[in-house]
């Protein structure tokens, strides 16, 4: 499916101050959080990802972003995880923050890419 001006217009990961707050700030946060003590860090982690897997839905259905209707389920999925290791009920071992957060960073990017690139940069809305 071709984009539409519409689509393009509405589409939030086609616009950088746009982009920057849905995906960018986040994706900081969650860096930035790397730094502070596991409870801190679970915190951040948690806020950010449903930080970024709402803005992904909502993207999704304002203009029917392809990799949106994928990453924005994989952010919220990744939500469990990151609680069950940083509350201590599921240790996931020594590098589990490290192993989180490049899932979280460039899992999303893979998404995008395979999903855009099999399906088009817009899918139809339902």
Known sequence: MSATSEQTAKDWAGNIRAYALAWGAPSVAIIAGSLVDAPARTLIWTVALIWMGTACLMNARRCGRTHCRFTGPFYMI?????????????????Y?????????????????????????????RR
Do not use: N, R, Y
Not at 87 to 92: D, E, I, S, V
Not at 98 to 123: C, H, N, P, Q
């Open 78 to 94: 990744l939500i469990m995880p990151v609680l069950l290791h940083g509350f201590g009920l599921f240790p996931l071992g020594p």
């Open 96 to 124: 589990a923050w490290w192993i989180l957060g490049a899932i979280i960073l460039f899992g999303g990017k893979i998404i995008w890419w395979v999903t855009e690139a099999a399906w088009g940069k817009f899918s139809a």
